[in-house]
């Protein structure tokens, strides 16, 4: 009897078709983990309750299996990502080891035409669905992320969509990626050790104060290190045999991970190595399963440009799914989301490269270079256009200031007609309630205002405050914005303040207030605003005095 599995090398086919797999969990984790019920996710902050929620949904519906799967571990694509990127960079450059400019520029080559097509792309969905173009603060925001250095701007890593704070991340990868190499030729497998090594310490050590400057150490390089240096030893073994009992410990380091925070650092490496391993188990199946290798293979190769447009396609597809409130439909809605993403990102690829086409088509070099560019300005002075164009009418009235063109308030004194909420008479800020928080109700009540009942032509700012309190430094809680549209029940936008854990003072009242600058493609009068309280984690906390305001430009 064999105690051990021999991983052998992916070829360049079956590293496609993991990207696929990958990609496709990822994918199908940002839709999930939106659609309700929510179960939450380890990814980039430690949630106790995420566990429990996903049992108690699956145990009391069991065709909320892929909703659960796919909502509590699809981000795990992720890992398997990173390792597989790391693996093939790693062949690739050690047979040729370029210089270090050279290096680089080949790669930001092949990474950011995807982002700035991903851009435009943005922008057309935006305009076809708002009928607007996007307004200076989106526009500020892309510009934050077409520099691929957002994930070291404090809150600025997931601006515009979530997702695309893997380019900063990747592109940080390659800027260290040869002195990662330099490390492994002097030091061989030791060196990569001390590497990951390096990388638990820094996110055992320095999670907290990095969060807490809004800074997430999983957005950076330093955060995966042990998934980085994993693909590169594979990469530099012709075969790497592990033990059954190696697999069986990264199982239950991954099912601990996702229950004890201290075992959490350690859930990422032993996500990766259990999807290795069995996407490897596939690939050694691909005469059986021929159709299915063939389909997600397609899908891997089109990975990058699927990863950098889904996240703005995805709200539709969660509101039509949240409407329906059916498990079945869900299916059949992410399955028809997977579908159109797939085809804007197929859309994306051809694209760029029909523009490697023409510009690397007959004719010298000059002609080549003014091709380039030819389309680098077309690109820069189409954001030139919005940034003008965002900008002058801004320029041609003079503000006088702002007016409240809309105010609301709950005092929680009394209970609330038609909800079940927690009250207490012994902590309050003002009067003599204040509403709970806890492991029973994660919701406050909140408010709806429908833009048809104001002035939306100056609005520009939504402004959310409350008076809380909790004795739990481990604890945090949003203030939440979300805008909705009236007719179709589709979530447009979502955006909160998050009082994180160990950033108050435990025992006593604090003033939280949350800004909103509403981009004028937001402000339609079909749109409805919402406004409330969520606490996603464990822990209680009292909430006095919660006040929205919207606020319009005064102009003469």
């Known amino acids: 009897m064999k105690f051990h599995l021999d991983l052998r090398p992916f070829s360049h086919e079956d590293t496609t078709f993991l990207k696929g797999i990958a990609i ?95 851009g435009i792309g943005f922008i057309l969905v935006t305009l076809f669905t708002t009928g607007k173009l996007i307004g200076m603060e989106t526009l500020k925001e892309l510009g934050i992320q077409f520099t691929l250095f957002a994930n070291l701007i404090p809150g600025k890593a997931m601006l515009i969509t979530g997702p695309w704070w893997f380019y900063s991340f990747i592109f940080g990868f390659y800027l260290v990626f040869p002195l990662l190499m330099w490390i492994r030729r002097r030091t061989g497998w030791r060196g990569l050790a001390g590497l990951a090594v390096s990388g638990y310490l820094y996110i055992i050590f320095l999670y907290k104060p990095l969060d807490q400057a809004n800074l997430n150490p999983y957005m950076t390089v330093m955060g995966h290190l042990p998934e980085i240096c994993m693909g590169i030893f594979l990469a530099t073994r012709d075969k790497v045999r592990l033990p059954w009992w190696v697999l069986l410990l990264a199982v239950v380091i991954l099912v601990t991970g996702n229950i004890y925070r201290w075992a959490w650092p350690f859930a990422n490496l032993s996500a990766a190595l259990i999807l290795l391993v069995s996407i490897r188990g596939l690939t050694g199946m691909k005469t059986r ?64 490269q029909a523009a490697r086409g023409w510009i690397g088509s007959s004719g010298s070099n000059k002609i080549r270079a003014a091709r380039l560019s030819f389309l680098v300005f077309l690109v820069a002075g189409g954001f030139a256009f919005l940034f003008i164009r965002a900008y002058i009418p801004e320029s041609k009235t003079e503000n006088l200031g702002e007016v409240i063109t809309f ?129 996603p984690s464990e822990g209680t906390w009292f909430i006095d005095d919660l006040v929205v305001r919207l606020k319009a430009k005064k102009k003469i």
């Not at 447009?309 to 399955?335: C, D, E, K, Q, T």
């Open 24 to 118: 496709l969990l990822i994918v199908l984790h940002n839709y999930y983990r939106w659609v309700i019920p929510s179960t939450g996710e380890n990814e980039f902050w430690f949630n106790p309750l995420a566990i429990n929620r996903s049992w108690i949904f699956l145990r009391g519906n069991p065709l909320e299996f892929f909703h659960v799967f796919f909502s509590f571990l699809g981000h795990y694509g992720v890992q398997a990502f990173i390792v597989i990127s790391a693996y093939g960079l790693t062949l690739s450059y050690q047979k040729s080891r370029p210089a270090y400019g050279r290096f680089i520029l080949h790669r930001f080559d092949k990474l950011y035409p995807s982002l700035i097509l991903a």
């Open 289 to 352: 399963i021929k159709g299915f290798y063939a389909l997600v293979s397609a899908i891997g190769v089109i990975s990058m440009y699927l990863f950098a447009v889904h996240g703005y396609l995805r709200s539709p597809f969660v509101g039509l799914a949240n409407m329906l409130g059916n498990s079945i439909a869900s299916i059949l809605i992410g399955a028809l989301f997977v579908t159109v993403a797939c085809g804007l990102a197929f859309l994306g690829m051809q694209t760029e």
């Open 407 to 535: 105010e609301a308030s709950h005092d929680f004194e009394s209970p609330i007609p038609g909800r079940n909420d927690h009250y207490s008479d012994s902590i309050a800020f003002k009067g003599e309630m204040s509403l709970v928080l806890d492991d029973g109700q994660g919701f406050s009540p909140g408010f709806e205002v429908g833009f048809d009942s104001v002035n939306v032509k100056d609005l520009f700012e939504v402004e959310i405050s409350a008076w809380l309190f909790s004795f739990d430094p481990s604890s945090g809680i949003h203030l939440v914005m979300e805008i909705w549209d009236k007719p179709s029940g589709i979530r447009i936008e979502w955006q909160s303040e998050y009082i994180r854990p160990e950033t108050y003072q435990t025992g006593a009242w604090l003033e939280r207030t949350f800004h909103y600058s509403i981009p004028p493609e937001l402000c339609r009068s079909n749109y409805l605003l919402k406004v409330y309280a969520w606490k």
